[in-house]
């Protein structure tokens, strides 16, 4: 079983977190990769430098480091990553996140036995920052359910393992975009033909609150938006699930608890979250 996993990882990231995420994805898991491709977007600190440094003389070539001399943001870091990996199979996982034991070995055989599916996503065991479960996100599972709401972004990102051929085809991830370039992504992905599926099963423990909420400012809510209505409009759905893509700029107005609040009670009309 040859893959790569893409992470990603930048100044204000907690090391603590980082240490986790890379004991989920190597010492933990039920097949390990062969590659682990980490994209310094810009200087980070010490102590995040220390977490990879031991990694790196713990794993030698199975961790390979792509550095920035600045902060060029998510888009242009995963890109630059993806590029830089192997194997055709490539994960996903971001440095805050925890994957389960048998996430890979799960996700591996049913790419290997569904060659159809391009990109394959999972439900995730939601929980906060500090650690504390909170629920089960349950995503849409088959390509035509995830594509009919994919102005929702159905595919949580850190769960994704794709096929890396297809992506570059479909021009992969787009410099441009410092924050939600996966969404913008998976429109272009949709458009070239690629398939989506997400397993109907936990695979991923995600780390989501407030803290999450405070990452979105008006800006790049109005800039996830758009991406979204444009994709929605090339895809030809209807005018509402366009205009349905500006709830998270009109929710970004409002300060920090009402966002996480009005988060909450969208949850029963979210299209991404299946009862």
């Known amino acids: ?14 090391p603590v977190h980082l240490q986790v995420a890379l004991e989920s994805i190597w010492q933990e898991q039920s097949v390990k990769p062969s590659q682990i491709v980490i994209v310094k977007d810009g200087p980070l600190t010490p102590q995040l430098e220390c977490v990879l ?20 943001g ?5 890109k630059a990553g993806l590029e830089a990996c192997q194997y055709d199979l490539v994960a996903r996982m971001d440095t805050d996140d925890v ?17 159809e599916v391009d990109i394959l996503g999972s439900f995730v065991q939601e929980m906060t920052y500090s650690g504390e479960m909170v629920g089960i996100r349950k995503t849409p599972v088959a390509h ?21 051929s297809s992506v570059l085809l479909a021009g992969n991830y787009d410099a441009r975009y410092r924050r939600r370039q996966d969404y913008e992504l998976w429109f272009r992905c949709a458009e070239k033909g690629l398939r989506f599926y997400n397993l109907p099963e936990p695979l991923l423990y995600y780390r989501f ?67």
């Open 1 to 14: 079983m040859s893959f790569s996993v893409l992470i990603s990882i930048y100044k204000d990231e907690s």
């Open 53 to 72: 440094s031991v990694w790196k003389k713990n794993l030698g070539s199975v961790v390979k480091c792509v550095a920035f001399s600045k902060n060029c």
């Open 74 to 78: 998510l888009g242009e870091a995963l």
């Open 99 to 115: 994957a389960s034991p048998e996430r890979f070995e799960r996700q591996f055989e049913y790419l290997k036995s569904h060659p």
């Open 144 to 164: 035509e359910e995830v594509v009919s709401c994919l102005w929702a972004s159905p595919m949580i990102h850190p769960s994704i393992m794709m096929r890396r």
């Open 209 to 275: 609150g407030q803290h999450t909420h405070r990452k979105q400012s008006p800006k790049l809510a109005l800039e996830q938006a758009v991406i979204g209505y444009k994709g929605s409009k090339r895809l030809k759905m209807p005018i509402v699930k366009r205009l349905a893509c500006f709830i998270p700029f009109i929710r970004s107005l409002l300060p920090t608890s009402l966002q996480h609040a009005m988060y909450k009670v969208l949850i029963p009309f979210d299209p991404r979250r299946r009862p």
